[in-house]
């Protein structure tokens, strides 16, 4: 018998499991992956990174603009095919156009924003008007959540309606810590960072925000550990990646199927923080120091070594290629997951798995 599961509402908004599909970019995660994991009981999440460039809307010179029409069609989209469940957006602070994502998910029709990617301090600014979308940034230490909890709490008089605590040392995607020796940090890891959390939140702010750990989550006895650590969610990304309902080519999917443990490679992105990847060809000539990268298009960073440096190479056109399945010259976000992965498995079978047969 599995342990009972706990209880998640976020805001106003409360799953029937506690499970949230993690953001995924560029558009790994789109409104058709989002909308399954809602209609199946979690909290399905788009992420709003570069979807200009997957669209017909881009002509090459609307970057900005194509990203917000097409983010408030995605919510439409993956709402009407949640049937009444729960849909957020990832949006990422690092983004130069990070306010207009934000707004332009609640002006779509979102329930919820996920942000991480540096401290999404003006979030409460930025949902004005939007009472019921909750807000929930993302955090791979206590430092980082007291931080926001402070500045939230002084100048908006709002608190997080939850945090995700992202761990370094598993987790797909940009990873929350600076310098590469932190990578695997055990003061990094989800046994420490969570409960230190769930504590400082109970005794020091004094308000119920449920916690939610991520990185490195597989079946149901990694989420009951994560859940014994005093966490009341779990957010999964690389497992949905390559789900019959991700939004992703099936060449990026059958990349990662085939991907052992050997494969994953950490990386210093031209963002500036360490992210963890596949060793792709296109990789493995970054490592070498003979990597060709395609012209900048968009300005879409506010700290990018490539704009500025001609340092590493166009991270948004490496993701765009991954999305597409070009083995060549994309760059494969993954978490270290990605080894157990043997095939495309449909958004519902995982619940099935994880939470029993769908009532
Ligand atoms: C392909 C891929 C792309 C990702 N893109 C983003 C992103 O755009 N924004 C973000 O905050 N996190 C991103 N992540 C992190 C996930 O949302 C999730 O938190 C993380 O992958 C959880 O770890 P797991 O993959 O071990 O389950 C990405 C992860 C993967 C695997």
């Known amino acids: 018998m599995a342990n009972p599961l706990p209880v998640l509402k976020i805001g106003k908004h409360a799953p029937r499991y506690p499970l949230i599909q993690g953001g995924m970019g560029v558009r790994i995660s789109g409104p058709s992956l989002a909308g399954a994991v809602a209609r199946a009981g979690g909290i399905g999440t788009i992420a709003s990174v570069g979807l200009a460039v997957a669209s017909d809307i881009y002509n090459g010179r609307n970057y900005f603009e194509a990203n917000q029409v097409v983010l408030r069609q995605d919510v439409a989209e993956a709402k009407k095919s949640s049937k009444g469940g729960i849909i957020a957006v990832n949006a990422m602070v690092a983004l130069t156009d990070y306010d207009l994502h934000v707004r332009s998910a609640c002006e779509g029709g979102v329930d919820m924003i996920i942000s991480g990617a540096g401290l999404p301090l003006k979030l409460p600014e930025l949902t004005t008007g939007f009472p019921d979308v909750a807000l929930v940034p993302i955090v791979s230490s206590v430092k980082a959540a007291s931080l926001i909890i402070r500045r939230w709490e002084k100048l908006y008089g709002r608190l997080p309606d939850a945090l995700v605590v992202e761990t370094p040392l598993y987790a797909g995607g940009h990873l929350g810590v600076t310098k590469m020796e932190q990578v695997f940090d055990e003061a990094y890891s989800l046994g420490s960072v969570i409960p230190e959390l769930v504590r400082y939140l109970d005794e020091e702010v004094g308000e119920d925000i449920p916690v939610i750990g991520a990185g490195g989550i597989w079946d149901r006895d990694d989420m009951d ?63 070498e120091g003979t990597v060709e990268s395609k012209p900048c298009f968009a300005n879409c960073l506010s700290h990018c070594s490539y704009r500025t440096e001609r340092q590493a190479f166009c991270i948004a056109q490496a993701l765009v290629d991954a999305f597409r399945g070009n083995w060549e010259e994309g760059l494969f976000f993954c978490g270290s997951n990605v080894a157990k992965i043997t095939r495309v498995e449909t958004v519902e079978e995982i619940f099935a798995e994880l939470f029993g047969p769908a009532e």
């Open 225 to 287: 550990e994560v859940f014994a650590m005093g966490a009341r969610g779990v957010q999964m990304g690389t497992r949905f990646a390559t789900t019959a309902e991700g939004d992703a080519d099936t060449r990026f999917k059958q990349a990662l199927i085939d991907a052992g443990e050997e494969d994953v490679v950490i990386i210093k992105s031209p963002v500036g923080i360490p992210g963890r990847v596949l060793r792709s060809p296109f990789i493995e000539k970054y490592l």
